[in-house]
């Protein structure tokens, strides 16, 4: 056998390697999206709703449609392993709600572009990434994070129990701010802005708003940033 035939048959070999760690199949339309479990996962808006899983434990993420709502969480008794290439990319024409949980991670690629967009995270979740809207309205609890950057026209803002808030890269017109029971949030808006803590919490305001209503009860921290 030569060398040419063996360098075929190995590529044959990797070639089908690849194919088995990877699926791919059509999603049906949905305007929300869950996450569980630990996983990550990469949205790309496109043409066409899609999803792709790859990685040693492909087989091992279900993925749930109904009444609009997509889930994806880790089938019974497994669990996510952070150290493995397990990936998941969703292609997605429009979502109006991205909600991840129990540590999961959304990563928004390129940017998300539309009329108006909510954002929740909780018990140390994360979302990630650009996002040009009109309105934006974001929940962060129990640890969750939520780092997003770009632009809307108005903010409404609800923190508690130690969520996280960063966005002083995303400029709004307005943006209403609340923090309850600790956490903390960084905020730009170039007209009007309400924060309200109470029980603690830290609210960092960028941008030089023309008009701030703060409010502190039982503690917490207002802060502007110029």
Same mark, same amino acid.
């Given at each position: 056998?030569?060398?040419?035939?063996?360098?075929?048959?190995?590529f044959? $070999?990797? *070639?089908g390697?690849?194919?088995?760690q @990877?699926?791919?199949?059509?999603? =049906?339309?949905?305007?929300?999206?869950? /996450?569980?479990?630990?996983i990550n996962? !990469?949205?790309?808006?496109?043409d =066409?709703?899609?999803?792709?899983?790859?990685?040693? &434990?492909?087989?091992?993420?279900?993925v749930?449609e109904?009444?609009? $709502?997509?889930?994806?969480?880790?089938?019974?008794?497994?669990?996510?392993?952070?150290?493995?290439?397990? @990936? /998941? !990319?969703?292609?997605?024409t %429009?979502?109006? %709600?991205?909600?991840?949980?129990?540590?999961?991670?959304? *990563?928004?690629?390129?940017?998300?572009?539309?009329?108006?967009?909510?954002?929740?995270? &909780?018990e140390?979740? @994360?979302?990630k990434?650009?996002?040009?809207?009109?309105k934006? $309205?974001?929940?962060?609890?129990?640890g969750g994070?939520?780092?997003v950057?770009?632009?809307?026209?108005? =903010?409404?803002?609800?923190?508690?129990?130690?969520? &996280?808030?960063?966005?002083?890269?995303?400029?709004?017109?307005?943006t209403h /701010?609340?923090?309850s029971?600790? #956490?903390?949030?960084?905020?730009?808006?170039?007209?009007?802005?309400?924060a309200?803590?109470?029980? #603690?919490?830290?609210?960092k305001?960028?941008?030089?708003?023309? *008009?701030?209503?703060?409010?502190?009860?039982?503690?917490? @921290?207002?802060?502007?940033?110029?």
């Amino acid at each position: 056998m030569n060398s040419n035939t063996i360098f075929y048959l190995l590529f044959l $070999v990797g *070639l089908g390697a690849f194919a088995q760690q @990877k699926t791919a199949s059509e999603l =049906q339309p949905f305007e929300e999206l869950k /996450v569980f479990d630990k996983i990550n996962v !990469t949205l790309v808006q496109a043409d =066409q709703n899609r999803i792709t899983i790859s990685g040693p &434990q492909k087989d091992e993420i279900a993925v749930v449609e109904k009444d609009g $709502v997509l889930k994806l969480k880790m089938s019974l008794d497994n669990l996510w392993d952070e150290k493995d290439a397990t @990936k /998941v !990319t969703i292609f997605y024409t %429009t979502v109006k %709600t991205i909600d991840a949980n129990e540590g999961a991670s959304v *990563l928004v690629k390129d940017s998300l572009v539309q009329e108006s967009l909510k954002l929740s995270v &909780q018990e140390g979740a @994360k979302i990630k990434g650009k996002i040009v809207v009109k309105k934006l $309205v974001s929940k962060s609890v129990t640890g969750g994070v939520i780092e997003v950057h770009g632009s809307s026209n108005s =903010q409404d803002i609800t923190i508690k129990a130690g969520g &996280q808030y960063e966005t002083q890269k995303l400029v709004s017109d307005s943006t209403h /701010v609340s923090i309850s029971a600790g #956490g903390r949030a960084s905020i730009n808006a170039k007209l009007f802005v309400k924060a309200t803590t109470t029980a #603690g919490g830290t609210i960092k305001i960028y941008g030089s708003p023309r *008009l701030i209503d703060s409010k502190k009860v039982f503690g917490g @921290k207002i802060i502007e940033i110029n």
